[in-house]
């Protein structure tokens, strides 16, 4: 098992995917034991607008949004942003680390409310938004009321909030999973088929149209293999289900209070775009915008998506007023850091 003593801070750029600049990154450890690591970047130049929290995707890291750190730097945007538990660069799960494990939703909401609070607001000043991909949006829904009084708006790209089939097939997959994990078989893999680097050819995947952002992201992947899982495990889908059902409830979604946009990707063949568009129809703080024929990564799409989901970003954030100089945080920034560092 992958033990805190070598969950390291590095980052690993490649020529194609160059660091963004000023960013930095470190290791802390969550209230229940696991060592995640971060990253943080400062706005540049004018004033910071606020601060974002980005949060990943299953079977993703921090390198991969080099990219879109970026961009929402050069917005004014602080940005913090850490890979999950079980993947990425930080602790994993099983003694086998190539598998996409996971325990209860709770430690996902753990993850991202340690970040929050040890991190975003204690490098940078509010207003705070949470940017989050895929699975990303479901552990961000599933924490909101956790953190409603910290976090002014919710973005998500493509959540995952339903799968591209029947309910009637969802709930028969979702039955087997529970009835595999009660016989102690969580850990056992849901799709024996998929193999870590299988399938990854431009011409199949699901994620991207964009041949550039495609190869970048595969380079990233051979150059620094270490970071990525394979398959999901029973766990895993188990506990992503019953977080998907629990926001068909009425009740659930009534208690939703932060504003919230979803970016819904017009050609998804890995979530459901039609369960994101009906949450966001029935929640009362929640709006939707669809980008036609793009695919799931929204983020990693070519530019003639891509570029409408930055738009809106900026957009649903304008409302959030200007709160200080870049000039006058940045040396308090720096030696925040290194308390973060040394606890």
Known sequence: MKTPATVSSRLHPTPGNPLPEGIESGVLETRDGKMLRYAVCPPRGGRLRGTVLLAQGRNEAIEKYFETIDDLCALGFAVVTFDWRGQGGSQRLLGNPAKGHAVAIEDFAEDL???????????????????????????ALAASNVVADRVERLVLTAPLVGLPMTRRGLRLRSGAARLFRLLGLGSASAQPALRKGRGWTFATSPLTSDPGRFKRNLEMAQAAPHLFVGAPTIAWFDTMARTMAEFEDSDVIADLSIPTLFLIAGSDRVVSSDASERLAWRMRCGHAVVIPFARHELLQEADRYRAPVIAAIDRFLTGLPPVVDREAIAAEVEAALADVAAE
Not at 113 to 134: N, W
């Open 113 to 139: 409310v340690g970040v929050l609070d040890t991190v975003a607001l204690k490098l940078f000043p509010p207003p705070v938004v949470i940017l989050a991909h895929s699975m990303g949006g479901l552990v």
